[in-house]
């Protein structure tokens, strides 16, 4: 996927995999064009489900925000995350820097995939 994020087109590229029956780790990769040739600029990996698990990743204003799934002190459960943290990262011109991280409650039941960004 395609987004333009000021003066740069971004390509996200992000990666599953599957482990067990049911666990999965992601990747995500971000990407910019210099010519024809692709331009890694940062990547990420996220956790499994309420354990750091991927929620949702947006571009708004320029800045990066990914959401990422939180089961905090609580008694473990892979798919009962009370909370998820949003952090907003920002592009200097060499790398995507961390400027806020909040952490918010999530009444959802179970985890959920909330989306990529997308150009349209």
């Given at each position: 996927?395609?987004?333009?994020?000021?003066?740069?087109?971004l390509?996200?590229?992000?990666?599953?995999?599957?482990?067990?029956p049911?666990?999965?780790y992601?990747?995500?990769?971000?990407?910019?064009?210099?010519?024809?040739v692709?331009?890694?600029?940062w990547?990420?990996?996220?956790g499994?489900r309420?354990?750091?698990?991927?929620?949702?990743?947006?571009?708004?204003?320029?800045?990066?925000?990914?959401?990422?799934?939180?089961?905090?002190?609580?008694?473990p459960?892979?798919?009962?995350?009370?909370?998820?943290?949003?952090s907003?990262?920002?592009?200097?011109?060499?790398?995507?820097?961390?400027?806020?991280?909040?952490?918010?409650p999530?009444?959802?039941?179970?985890?959920?995939?909330?989306?990529?960004?997308?150009?349209?």
């Amino acid at each position: 996927m395609h987004v333009e994020s000021g003066s740069y087109l971004l390509s996200f590229v992000v990666v599953t995999g599957i482990f067990n029956p049911n666990g999965s780790y992601a990747c995500i990769f971000i990407y910019s064009m210099r010519g024809n040739v692709p331009r890694l600029l940062w990547k990420h990996e996220t956790g499994d489900r309420a354990y750091g698990g991927l929620r949702g990743i947006r571009v708004a204003d320029g800045n990066l925000s990914i959401e990422e799934y939180d089961v905090g002190n609580e008694e473990p459960c892979m798919t009962c995350p009370k909370r998820f943290i949003r952090s907003y990262y920002r592009w200097n011109g060499n790398r995507f820097r961390r400027i806020k991280a909040e952490t918010l409650p999530y009444n959802g039941n179970g985890v959920e995939f909330l989306g990529y960004p997308s150009d349209s």
